[in-house]
Nanobody, 123 residues
Framework: QVQLVESGGGLVQAGGSLRLSCAASERTFSNYAVGWFRQAPGKEREFVAGINRNGGATPYTDSTKGRFTVSRDNAKLTVYLQMNSLKPEDTAVYYC????????????????WGQGTQVTVSS
């Protein structure tokens, strides 16, 4: 079973940047696709970006396309989410999740989840 730990969240002003990390416990992590999701208070969990096992196929949602970049370093068992030009509406708890096959945009298609990291963007 894969355990995931997110880090890198915090408070940032609008227009700023943050890089989130998702560290895995299993050396087989390279066999998993990873998705980033976020959830703001009172809203449903939203897909942000995903990355396949080999680092390819990184679909982004329209609201983050061009601003967020997902990458992975399988040697370090870590997936990253670089977030630039942050907006107040990006404020949410950000989660990473893993699944055994290719990326997917629905939260229920992922088997393993981290505990989340808070991102707050002030205006």
């Amino acid at each position: 079973q894969v355990q995931l730990v997110e880090s890198g969240g915090g408070l940032v002003q609008a227009g700023g940047s943050l890089r989130l990390s998702c560290a895995a416990s299993e050396r087989t992590f390279s066999n998993y696709a990873v998705g980033w999701f976020r959830q703001a208070p009172g809203k449903e969990r939203e897909f942000v970006a995903g990355i396949n096992r080999n680092g390819g196929a990184t679909p982004y949602t329209d609201s983050t396309k061009g601003r967020f970049t997902v990458s992975r370093d399988n040697a370090k068992l870590t997936v990253y989410l670089q977030m630039n030009s942050l907006k107040p509406e990006d404020t949410a708890v950000y989660y990473c999740a893993a699944r055994n096959w290719g990326t997917a945009s629905r939260y229920y298609e992922y088997h393993y989840w981290g505990q989340g990291t808070q991102v707050t963007v002030s205006s």
